[in-house]
Nanobody, 126 residues
Framework: QVQLVESGGGLVQTGGSLRLSCAAS????????MGWYRQTPGKQRELVAT???????NYADSVKGRFTISRDNSKNTVALQMNNLKPEDTAVYYC????????????????????WGQGTQVTVSA
């Protein structure tokens, strides 16, 4: 099916920048939606930014103007450039892929469930 691997998290001071990357692997035919969510202890996972295969983006209000999502459809990768980071951005960030199709043998299958990466910690110190 589809596996997602994130990289790029870490510790940064307020006002700093980080870039998260995610690569999807498997016998992928296409992935229509890719993006990033984040989660802090005791809270629900929330959308940060998504981009579809036509480059239409959707951002959480809290990150607009500071975060930028990009993707390379030919490589099945998605990245999140995070600038002017704030302590409230501290969370585990998860790569997300949805509406994926992949090959199983000679069959082309479409997944109705989304895929998630293992998560990468982003910590912003005050």
């Amino acid at each position: 099916q589809v596996q997602l691997v994130e990289s790029g998290g870490g510790l940064v001071q307020t006002g700093g920048s980080l870039r998260l990357s995610c690569a999807a692997s498997g016998r992928i035919h296409s992935i229509l939606d890719m993006g990033w969510y984040r989660q802090t202890p005791g809270k629900q996972r929330e959308l940060v930014a998504t981009m579809n295969d036509e480059d239409k983006t959707n951002y959480a209000d809290s990150v607009k103007g500071r975060f930028t999502i990009s993707r390379d459809n030919s490589k099945n990768t998605v990245a999140l450039q995070m600038n002017n980071l704030k302590p409230e951005d501290t969370a585990v960030y998860y790569c997300h892929a949805a509406r994926a199709s992949f090959f199983n043998g000679d069959q082309l299958l479409s997944s109705i469930t989304p895929y998630w990466g293992q998560g990468t910690q982003v910590t912003v110190s005050a």
